[in-house]
């Protein structure tokens, strides 16, 4: 069983709009929702393959009870955390030329109880779980260190974690050794202060990660592919893929495939490779099924293309959030 934890779920409202003009009414041509938070996504994912997951999620208010009907709907078993914030709503919106701009909430603050009850929540569902994968960003009221915590405990208890954070969050949880982490290239980046170029620079920064305790680091670089450096080595993924519809939680769905293959090695990362080529194939964050995964499709390489220019490089680093 693969165990989810969202900390900060979410509604998610996608806007289908002909182009986004400041300032004026902007008539949407379609609209969704889906239920949200890279946790739930990864939980969608592997519903999607056919596996058991649970879900652990704080929920609050009228978004909440949607994002649990929604995710019954889809045949999920959810193990809520009533909160008394309502859930976060994160809206997208969705250009006629492809670019999708996301607003994320902040989502409510979980009070001390709330807190405890999350924790406990997730000790009671690791029971039987292979993996725990801890995913998005904290809402307040969880510190820094919030992850870091999860996966000492869970480490106690026995359970493999996988961990797709960010910033301080994601610092401060490599001390702990999670099993693997999965930064987009913006993150990695982000958490070894420099920009990243090639394929090489990605590699460079995967392996300082390590050095900070990660066991093993899936860095998703977008259209170029992905990476995995684990204590035995290095390996670089790809798939080509003709037409994106787009990529909301194509990175949740790469970690999906990769906990669904075993979560280590060369085998791991082509299911990885083919769950996020298959779900950028797919409307809003639509989740792959077994059906449309074409894993012929990818290559897996121990040769990494270091000397690679990424097609889509991180040359700005983003400032970190607290
Ligand atoms: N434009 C694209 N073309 C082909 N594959 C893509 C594209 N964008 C994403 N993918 C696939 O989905 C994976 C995850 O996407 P990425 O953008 O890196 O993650 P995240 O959603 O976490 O930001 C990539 O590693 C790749 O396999
Ligand atoms: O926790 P965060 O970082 O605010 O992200 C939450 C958002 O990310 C998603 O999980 C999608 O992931 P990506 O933006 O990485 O594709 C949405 O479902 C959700 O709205």
Same mark, same amino acid.
Not at 72 to 77: F, L, P
Not at 122 to 150: F, K, M, N, T
Not at 154 to 180: F, N, Y
């Given at each position: 069983?693969?165990?989810? !934890?969202?900390?900060?779920?979410?509604? $998610?409202?996608?806007?289908? %709009?002909?182009?986004?003009? &400041? /300032?004026?009414?902007?008539?949407?041509?379609?609209?969704?929702?889906?239920?949200?938070?890279? /946790?739930?996504? %990864?939980?969608?994912?592997?519903?999607?393959?056919?596996?058991? #997951?649970?879900? %652990?999620?704080?929920?609050?208010?009228?978004?909440?009870?949607?994002?649990? $009907?929604?995710?019954?709907?889809?045949?999920?078993? *959810?193990?809520?955390?009533?909160?008394?914030?309502?859930?976060?709503?994160?809206?997208?919106?969705? =250009?006629?030329?492809?670019?999708?701009?996301?607003?994320?909430?902040?989502?409510?603050?979980?009070?001390?109880?709330?807190?405890?009850?999350?924790?406990?929540?997730?000790?009671?569902?690791?029971?039987?779980?292979?993996?725990?994968?801890?995913?998005?960003?904290?809402?307040?009221?969880?510190?820094?260190?919030?992850?870091?915590?999860? !996966?000492?405990?869970?480490?106690?208890?026995?359970?493999?974690?996988?961990?797709?954070?960010?910033?301080?969050?994601?610092?401060?949880?490599?001390?702990?050794?999670?099993? !693997? !982490?999965?930064?987009?290239?913006? =993150?990695?980046?982000?958490?070894?202060?420099?920009?990243? #170029?090639?394929?090489?620079?990605?590699?460079?920064?995967?392996? =300082?990660? &390590? =050095?900070?305790?990660?066991?093993?680091?899936?860095?998703?670089?977008?259209?170029? /592919?992905?990476?995995?450096?684990?204590?035995?080595?290095?390996?670089?993924?790809?798939?080509?893929?003709?037409? *994106?519809?787009?990529?909301?939680?194509?990175?949740?769905?790469?970690?999906?495939?990769?906990?669904?293959?075993?979560?280590?090695?060369?085998?791991?990362?082509?299911?990885? @490779?083919?769950? /996020?080529?298959?779900? %950028?194939?797919?409307?809003?964050?639509?989740?792959?099924?077994?059906? $449309?995964?074409?894993?012929?499709?990818?290559? @897996?390489?121990?040769?990494?293309? *270091?000397? &690679?220019?990424?097609?889509?490089?991180?040359?700005?680093?983003?400032?970190?959030?607290?």
């Amino acid at each position: 069983m693969i165990l989810t !934890v969202t900390p900060n779920p979410s509604l $998610d409202r996608t806007y289908e %709009v002909p182009s986004l003009d &400041r /300032g004026e009414v902007i008539r949407a041509t379609g609209e969704r929702m889906d239920p949200g938070g890279k /946790g739930v996504n %990864v939980s969608r994912a592997v519903a999607a393959a056919g596996r058991r #997951t649970v879900a %652990v999620l704080p929920l609050g208010g009228a978004p909440g009870a949607l994002v649990a $009907d929604l995710l019954h709907a889809q045949g999920i078993e *959810v193990a809520p955390v009533p909160v008394a914030g309502a859930t976060r709503s994160n809206i997208a919106l969705a =250009e006629s030329d492809g670019v999708l701009t996301k607003i994320n909430a902040p989502g409510p603050e979980l009070a001390a109880a709330e807190r405890e009850l999350l924790l406990e929540t997730v000790r009671r569902q690791s029971v039987d779980a292979d993996w725990i994968a801890c995913c998005g960003s904290l809402p307040r009221g969880l510190a820094p260190a919030w992850y870091a915590e999860l !996966v000492a405990r869970a480490h106690s208890a026995g359970a493999r974690i996988a961990l797709d954070t960010s910033g301080p969050a994601l610092l401060a949880a490599l001390r702990e050794r999670p099993d !693997v !982490v999965k930064p987009n290239a913006e =993150e990695l980046a982000e958490a070894v202060g420099r920009p990243l #170029t090639t394929v090489g620079d990605a590699m460079k920064a995967a392996e =300082e990660l &390590r =050095e900070l305790g990660a066991r093993a680091v899936l860095a998703s670089l977008g259209a170029d /592919g992905q990476l995995l450096v684990d204590g035995t080595g290095a390996w670089f993924g790809s798939a080509r893929v003709d037409t *994106v519809r787009s990529n909301v939680g194509a990175g949740d769905s790469s970690l999906a495939g990769f906990l669904i293959a075993g979560g280590s090695g060369p085998a791991a990362l082509a299911s990885a @490779v083919a769950h /996020g080529a298959a779900a %950028v194939q797919l409307p809003g964050s639509v989740m792959p099924t077994p059906g $449309d995964l074409d894993l012929a499709a990818v290559t @897996v390489t121990g040769d990494v293309p *270091v000397d &690679r220019v990424l097609k889509e490089p991180v040359s700005v680093l983003k400032e970190p959030v607290s």
